[in-house]
């Protein structure tokens, strides 16, 4: 009886918001001239009700999604103020810089704004702002607003359009109102929290496809070449198994319509982020023909589409901010990416993209990740998600005594070992699963807390959830979280053979597999063995402290220059590493700014590379937690 009031009321507010405005003031108008997008720059004007005094507007500094204050504000490169064609004073706030105070005279109602974004080209980096390319568009509307930040984010209607190139198509989740020549789209109005969470995307080689589902959700690929249009039949049936099992996993959508953007492309940059009714993907021109790209990119799609729920439905307490100057308070983050995380890989094997084996590949990864990562002895988990902002924006180097963004990783086993508990201690009758459904089910969207999410899962199986948590969330433990994979019936090994998915990410240059970044430089993958990241210049990119490379001496950013006295590359390091399980040396020389040094390492372990080994004491969970929740069905195109 409360819960379905709660819902009604719930409905109620969430219509409301789409259509409440902050008094009764009339939207704001915002024009995108996106025709100059082949050279990167995008002409914003917009139009505010004013009154005579000053009024304050912002730029969008904390995004969602990024977990950071990333607006790039740097990217304006021209901010005109008028009224009636009349030049207004302004100024920037002298504390918050990304916040504008503009002079409105006595019988002014509007200011005109006209704001030139400059979209970064050519460059590389997980960054919303290399938005174009001289083929294709991604346009994220907090790129080129302002906004009166005295209103929530929920209740600032506007009212947007966007002029494209001759010929391009678009694509978005935003309502449309009128399309009129030449290639103008007007949208309907929407609050600016719909605004930002809706990207467009838009080049002259653009493609649709069905993917089925309860509501409509559609694949929209743009590409630099038109043959980059031509997606096997295998991978859409992937995606249209990833729609169908995603839902299954949380009990149906809570999006009316769903655009999976792909944007394919060199010249872009690669990116990805979540949002409601859309996620934004952009991935190399090869990104869904080259089996290697597929492999090393299998858990990233999934992974933006889960948020859907979790975290765009349902947002922790914290993440929820009211508007974009906001600081976000990232500490249940744990939930929002690292649920996600776990879940990503389990649909990235239900829906076709990854073997069974492969997922025991990838999380053989993060365990030894884990392993690696000695930081782990004097900052917990719980540090990593409220230094969520910092952690983010971090080089390799010093990953492992600073920890990196581990409330992906060590949280998805730390899930792993709940869904192990809740299959055991239910005889098999419940899983993690049944918590997603209870936990993101559609009477409940409302932020949420700790309590909530211990309360939750014992109701799924009664356990004490809250003490679970914090020994995981607070361990200064150097022994990884392995509890999950070992009730599973696996164990972490290591041998000196390579595992597929470590050779693929070593080939296609990408050293994580959840970011989005292919670099242009090469790498070996010694954390296991010697402790050290290594390029193919012999930069040292990380180097674990109390393994044999670091006790030696060697710290990030010094250059290999020698093995055992011949010149360095990869191959020869490798070699040198793996002859030491019979007795070779390792001498490395080692340049550190204009001084040449050689360090001699005390390893006599070979190669070393993570892989789970299965304990046949234990019964199989991890092949039941794979197993796909509908029946295979191919959607009519
Ligand atoms: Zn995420």
Redesign the pocket.
């Known amino acids: 009886m409360r819960r379905s009031s709660i819902a009604l009321l719930s409905s109620l507010m969430f219509a409301c918001s789409l259509t409440a405005r902050g008094g009764d003031s009339p939207p704001v108008r915002l024009e995108l001239d996106a025709t100059a997008a082949p050279t990167g720059v995008l002409h914003s004007h917009m139009t505010f009700p004013a009154t005579p005094g000053v009024l304050t507007l912002a730029y969008p500094k904390w995004i969602p ?1 990024e977990h950071s204050p990333s607006g790039p504000l740097s990217q304006i490169v021209r901010l005109t103020f008028t009224a009636g064609g009349v030049p207004l004073t302004w100024h920037r706030d002298d504390l918050d810089i990304f916040l504008f105070h503009v002079d409105v005279p006595e019988g002014v109602s509007e200011v005109r704004a006209d704001l030139d974004f400059a979209c970064v080209l050519g460059q590389e980096g997980f960054q919303s702002d290399i938005c174009s390319s001289y083929d294709q568009l991604v346009v994220n509307w907090w790129l080129v607003v302002l906004y009166p930040p005295s209103l929530p984010n929920d209740r600032d209607p506007f009212l947007a359009s966007i002029r494209l190139p001759a010929g391009w198509k678009y694509n978005t989740s935003l309502p449309l109102a009128h399309e009129s020549s030449p290639n103008t789209v007007e949208f309907g109005e929407v609050p600016l929290k719909t605004l930002v969470d809706s990207p467009l995307i838009a080049a002259k080689n653009l493609r649709t496809f069905p993917l089925g589902g309860r509501s409509s959700a559609l694949m929209a690929i743009s590409a630099e070449s038109a043959a980059s249009l031509e997606v096997p039949p295998d991978v859409v049936e992937h995606f249209e198994r990833m729609v169908a099992e995603t839902e299954a996993e949380f009990g149906g959508p809570r999006y009316t319509r769903y655009n999976l953007q792909i944007s394919l492309g060199d010249a872009i940059d690669h990116y ?3 949002h409601f009714e859309s996620s934004e993907n952009r991935l190399p021109s090869t990104g869904l023909s080259d089996p290697r790209v597929l492999l090393t990119t299998a858990t990233m799609i999934p ?2 589409y ?2 859907s729920w979790n ?1 765009k439905y349902r947002t922790p307490v914290g993440l929820d901010i009211t508007t974009y100057q906001d600081p976000i308070k990232a500490k249940l983050i744990w939930v ?2 690292g649920l ?2 776990y879940i990503s890989g389990i649909m990235a094997v239900r829906s076709g993209f990854w073997s069974e084996d492969q997922l025991r590949q990838s999380l053989a990864i993060d365990a030894a990740e884990m392993t690696y990562h000695t930081g782990r002895t004097w900052r917990s988990m719980q540090d990593t998600t409220v230094g969520a902002q910092m952690l983010l924006v971090s080089p390799n180097a010093w990953v492992s005594a600073r920890r990196n963004t581990d409330f ?1 990783p060590e949280s998805g086993l730390m899930w792993l070992a709940a869904d192990a508990i809740i299959r055991q201690s239910s005889g098999g009758r419940r899983s993690l699963d049944d918590f997603c459904r209870l936990f993101f089910a559609p009477h409940i969207s409302a932020p949420y807390t700790f309590e909530d999410v211990a309360n939750a899962l014992n109701q799924v199986s009664p356990h004490d959830w809250s003490s679970f948590l914090r020994r995981h969330l607070d361990s200064l433990s150097a022994d990884p979280p392995l509890a999950g994979l070992e009730q599973s019936g696996w164990k972490l090994v290591y041998t000196d053979r390579k595992s597929e998915l470590i050779e693929d990410m070593e080939k296609v240059h990408k050293v994580d597999l ?1 970011w989005p970044e292919w670099q242009s430089w090469g790498f070996a993958d010694l954390r296991y063995s010697i402790g050290l990241l290594i390029q193919d210049d012999g930069t040292v990119l990380d180097s674990a402290p109390g393994m044999s490379g670091y006790a030696a001496g060697i710290v990030p950013g010094m250059r290999l220059t020698q093995v055992n006295g011949a010149a360095f590359s990869l191959p020869v390091l490798e070699a040198a590493v793996r002859g030491t399980a019979n007795h070779g040396k390792l001498q490395l020389q080692a340049a550190n700014g204009s001084a040449s040094e050689s360090h001699s390492l005390d390893y006599h372990d070979g190669l070393k590379y993570p892989h789970l080994q299965r304990d046949p004491s234990k019964p199989d969970l991890l092949q039941r937690i794979v197993e796909p929740q509908t029946a295979k069905t191919t959607v009519a195109r």
Do not use: K
């Open positions: 999604g990805t982020l979540e992974h933006e889960i948020h975290g929002y990416e996600t995380d992906y959840l």
